[in-house]
């Protein structure tokens, strides 16, 4: 039988059969061991071969298939460096949502999360969510932000999913696709499927007062069919984004504004530091190209972690 993977909590996966059927399924070991370094080597999103097998009056379900990936967003394993954790596999495309506090989500994540998506080929939606509790100055700011990422080609929305605004543009993008929202604990991932979805009802809490950071209301990443045609994939709250698997030449490539200038460096591996004659330098020193995002791409390529505010505004 083959169906695809709609839950992963590590040990079992709960698959929906191309009949319609939904099965509990466990793994055979061998995946573990066939070169596949990521934390789950089966994924939300997966298409699975599955096998039935009747002992007594028991049903078990085994997948011993995983079919050939479309693409996949991948990034480094929190708990274990050295492996990657795959979030979700064969997307249509991906909605990061984004707050521009409770919880604040910094540039440097945000692009971390797009060269990923690039590098894959997945198209992301940026959500600019909370509109309706910033003041004028803030909708300032995030209106900048927003315009920033419309200048590189991105899509952006500033939505208020708790409110409904603009969750109907979200929703007709979402039809006859898989989508993916992503972002920090408390963005309002949940939130956002709840209003495009009232009756799954899924869990959503607070903003934590001391931290001022999201609480984990998803403990693991679930696709839901939608009643407009559509699937998708609620995943646990982000941290930090590591990219995987990139060498220092290609990450520029993964930014479209580098790449749409690079032809004209001097040098054809310039890697956009201290070469002469740097085409991407050149446009960064007159605001061609925003300082927010030479930070992070420099940030990537000389192997800093994401641990540090990376400002919006030219310093």
Same mark, same amino acid.
């Given at each position: ?24 399924? #466990?793994?055979?070991?061998?995946? #573990? ?46 708990? &274990? ?7 979700? =596999? ?21 692009? +971390? ?23 004028k100055d803030e909708k300032a700011e995030v209106g ?5 990422? #419309? ?21 007709? &993008? ?27 009802? &899924? ?57 749409? &200038?690079?032809? #004209? ?13 740097? =085409?991407?330098?050149? =446009? ?24 540090? +505010?990376t400002d919006i505004y030219k310093e």
């Open positions: 039988m083959q169906g695809i993977v709609y839950k992963s909590t590590g040990s079992w996966y709960t698959v929906k059969s191309d009949e319609g059927s939904f099965y509990e399924c #466990r793994i055979k070991g061998k995946f #573990r061991i066939k070169g596949i370094k990521s934390t789950n080597p089966v994924a939300v999103g997966d298409r699975v071969v599955f096998d039935l097998d009747k002992i007594g009056d028991e049903t078990t379900a085994v997948i011993s298939e995983i079919k050939e990936r479309k693409n996949y967003i991948i990034r480094k394993s929190v708990n &274990l460096s050295k492996q990657t954790h795959i979030i979700a =596999a064969n997307l249509d495309q991906v909605f990061l949502l984004i707050t521009l506090n409770n919880p604040q989500t910094f540039t440097s994540f945000i692009d +971390r999360f797009l060269v990923t998506a690039e590098a894959y080929e997945i198209p992301v939606v940026l959500l600019f969510n909370k509109m309706d509790v910033y003041d900048y932000l927003a315009q920033l990422y #419309r200048n590189i080609g991105y899509h952006c929305i500033e939505i208020a999913a708790k409110e409904g605004d603009n969750v109907e543009l979200v929703k007709d &993008l979402m039809v006859n696709k898989t989508s993916m929202f992503a972002g920090h604990s408390g963005v309002g991932k949940s939130t956002l499927v709840n209003a495009l979805q009232p009756g799954l009802k &899924l869990k959503t809490a607070e903003i934590s007062g001391q931290h001022l950071q999201g609480q984990h209301t998803t403990t693991f990443a679930e696709m839901y069919d939608l009643s407009f045609g559509a699937r998708i994939i609620d995943t646990p709250g982000i941290k930090g984004f590591g990219i995987v698997d990139m060498e220092q030449y290609e990450i520029g490539d993964y930014f479209p504004e580098f790449f749409a &200038l690079k032809s #004209r460096c001097k040098f054809n591996n310039c890697r956009h530091l201290d070469e002469p004659k740097c =085409a991407i330098k050149a =446009a960064l020193e007159v605001d061609e190209i925003a300082w927010s995002r030479y930070k992070s791409y420099v940030q990537m390529i000389t192997g800093e972690e994401e641990n540090y +505010r």
